[in-house]
């Protein structure tokens, strides 16, 4: 009997403990759970905005059909996720909520801190950014926090592929650096995915299914057929309507092939080079991409940042060279066309001459919009520190969010190109002195590098598309 009471009291004392750890277990995940509700925050989209702001060189073509468009995406590679329970699911999203509750109090809280001792290293010239406080801890916040989730569907070269070496080479260097295994930004897991990417290459679609009859339909085939295919594979599309998806474009005909979709032009995150808010960019969701040419993958050797390059002498006030087409060139050239030697102005530069070197020798660079609003001019400019004279209509131009333009370059209303001289006349030894040392802060924010850089071109797109996720609040 005495035997029996042992045991049986031994066991009392077993469950006993055990009930006491899942009662401790329970009060701390509660605890947890209402921690990260005090920090639920929200506001209008416009507050955070307000404080925190083909010619390829390529190898080996493919040879794709058109007509069997669809054909080629049904090629589907396999998913690593696992099977999870529906719970599970719902709470891994809610704290990608909370996270972004979170990171919008902080940002926030920052934007009024005016302390620069706390970023001065990662952000040494204030000047040029809108809000370089808030900007630092909203980059903090993002590499803490942001994951891309990159759907698997698809086959290169249309997808999962992009060029790399030509004047759309922003375009596969993006494709290519997020598709890297070990890149931090990347998930494997879609419930832990703040944005989802969808990794078709608008240059290549052009390069390997266009007919050459100026007919956008099988680009836009393909596109709709993709995200009718991972629309079906996958909840996250049709549960957000694409809000928080993402596609990525520098080729002109980027806002083109994003028509294929309804969700995709109105809803998504469209990344495009050919920023142009008179067909339908919106700056409230979309993101300008830094139109970056590099023939052979590299930066010409003349843009290449060296003591040379800044000592260069600048005998010419102004230079241009370019083709004449689209609404704005016709006019720069027909005032400036060879006109005035201290600002030389070409349609086409002569063989005898280097384009270059040009740049190199002026102090400012007209950078007129063409058949599109884009050019890789603007950054070239920036490359040879000839401040550059925005001469466009409706550009948004690259990280405007974060980047005060007017620190850096010269904004001129298309109408005042007959007073050009006289404008860049007007600005001041001192002044001029100040932009081009601005232009030497920024310049780091529109390279690309291999591997990528704190704050450089691929990771400042990055934090675009993280300011636009922060913006977008899910229910």
Not at 34 to 57: A, C
Not at 166 to 179: C, D, L
Request: charged residues 25%; contains cysteine.
């Amino acid at each position: 009997m005495d035997k029996f009471q042992h045991r049986f009291g031994f066991i009392s004392i077993c469950l006993g403990s055990i009930a006491l750890v899942l009662l401790i277990s329970r009060c701390s995940i509660s605890f947890f759970d209402h921690s990260l509700e005090k920090f639920e925050f929200s506001f209008p989209e416009t507050e955070l905005r307000r404080n925190v702001y083909t010619s390829s060189g390529e190898e080996n073509r493919v040879v794709v059909d058109s007509r069997h468009v669809s054909q080629q995406i049904l090629t589907i590679r396999s998913t690593n996720s696992t099977l999870q329970s529906k719970p599970e699911k719902l709470n891994r999203r809610n704290l990608v909520e909370q996270g972004l509750a979170k990171a919008r109090a902080s940002i926030l809280e920052a934007s009024s801190n005016r302390n620069t001792t706390l970023f001065k290293s990662d952000l040494p010239n204030p000047e040029i950014y809108r809000n370089p406080s808030a900007l630092y801890r909203s980059y903090l916040e993002m590499e803490k926090r942001f994951k891309v989730y990159v759907y698997e569907e698809g086959e290169p070269p249309l997808v999962h592929d992009g060029p790399c070496k030509s004047v759309y080479a922003v375009e596969g260097r993006f494709i290519t650096e997020i598709e890297k295994i070990r890149t931090k930004f990347r998930t494997y897991d879609p419930n832990q995915a703040y944005v989802y990417f969808l990794p078709f290459s608008v240059t290549w679609l052009v390069r390997y299914l266009y007919e050459g009859n100026s007919d956008a339909k099988p680009l836009r085939t393909f596109v709709s057929d993709y995200i009718r295919l991972v629309s079906t594979n996958h909840p996250f599309w049709n549960r957000t309507n694409g809000a928080d998806h993402f596609m990525l474009a520098c080729h002109d005909w980027g806002p083109l092939t994003s028509q294929a979709n309804e969700d995709l032009f109105n809803t998504s995150i469209r990344v495009m080079c050919n920023a142009n808010s008179s067909e339908g960019f919106n700056p409230s969701k979309d993101v300008t991409l830094p139109e970056i040419k590099l023939y052979g993958g590299e930066v010409d050797p003349k843009l290449r940042l060296s003591k040379t390059l800044s000592a260069s002498p600048r005998p010419y006030l102004g230079f241009f060279a370019g083709g004449v087409h689209g609404p704005v060139r016709p006019i720069l050239l027909n005032h400036w066309k060879q006109r005035d030697p201290d600002m030389p102005v070409y349609e086409y530069l002569p063989k005898h001459l280097n384009y270059y070197d040009f740049m190199r020798s002026s102090k400012f660079c007209f950078c007129p919009s063409g058949y599109e609003v884009a050019s890789p001019r603007v950054i070239e400019a920036i490359y040879s520190e000839c401040i550059p004279v925005i001469l466009s209509v409706n550009f948004v131009l690259p990280f405007t969010d974060v980047l005060r333009w007017e620190t850096f370059s010269v904004l001129v209303d298309v109408s005042e190109i007959p007073r050009l001289k006289e404008i860049l006349m007007s600005i001041s030894d001192e002044k001029y002195e100040w932009l081009k040392r601005n232009l030497r802060y920024v310049r780091r924010h529109f390279e690309l590098n291999d591997p990528p850089k704190r704050f450089d071109a691929f990771h400042l797109t990055l934090h675009s598309i993280w300011l636009r996720r922060l913006n977008l609040r899910l229910t």
